[in-house]
T-cell receptor, first 108, second 116 residues
């Protein structure tokens, strides 16, 4: 039957490859951005954040890039693992409204 | 800290009944958010409080929904009367960022509500 619901962007990668998840934001005055990861059956969890005075921030296996000119964020995950399979959301500082998110599936 | 605590984890109720969802934010956090998550609409912000005061309730779907925060350590989301279309997972989150979101938000485990 026909599937009804949000059209969730999906990304499927092979285990060990790098993943890039993109997000566009709307408010040029936003000065703080966060990436969240939501695993099945759980609430969203903080991954990494970045403030607008930075272009790049690195964590453990994750990097966030901020392009204020085009109002774009990306989350890069290095050496993607099966445990990275989840829905990823970005949020901006002016509100805590989330977009649809991106579903990442890691194939073993 | 135990994190954001929501109760109950699961609730099944009959159409027309009143439902009350509860949330205990992280101690010291002064902003609290209620969300609803469904396949159709994703993660929707319903309402948020700052220092126990409702700041933005524009996401509350209709008058059947109400939320209160009587003190810094407790909030409720009430649906009266409940309808099958209210079935969803409801999340509560808290953050210490004050009126502006400049720190990460911590989410509870959610309450899965089923209205039959």
């Amino acid at each position: 039957g026909e599937s009804v619901g949000l059209h969730l962007p999906t990304l499927s990668v092979q285990e060990g490859d790098n993943s890039i998840i993109n997000c566009a934001y709307s408010n040029s005055a936003s000065d703080y951005f966060i990436w969240y990861k939501q695993e099945s059956g759980k609430g969203p969890q903080f991954i990494i954040d970045i403030r607008s005075n930075m272009d790049k921030r690195q964590g453990q296996r994750v990097t966030v890039l901020l392009n204020k000119t085009v109002k774009h964020l990306s989350l890069q995950i290095a050496a993607t693992q099966p445990g990275d399979s989840a829905v990823y959301f970005c949020a901006e500082s002016n509100d805590m409204r989330f977009g649809a998110g991106t579903r990442l599936t890691v194939k073993p | 800290d135990a994190g954001v605590i929501q109760s109950p984890r699961h609730e099944v109720t009959e159409m027309g009944q009143e439902v009350t969802l509860r949330c205990k934010p992280i101690s010291g956090h002064n902003s609290l958010f209620w969300y609803r998550q469904t396949m159709m609409r994703g993660l929707e912000l319903l309402i948020y409080f700052n220092n126990n005061v409702p700041i933005d309730d524009s996401g509350m779907p209709e008058d059947r929904f109400s939320a209160k925060m009587p003190n810094a350590s407790f909030s409720t989301l009430k649906i009266q009367p409940s309808e099958p279309r209210d079935s969803a997972v409801y999340f509560c989150a808290s953050t210490g960022g004050g009126g502006k979101i400049n720190t990460e938000a911590f989410f509870g485990q959610g309450t899965r509500l089923t209205v039959v």
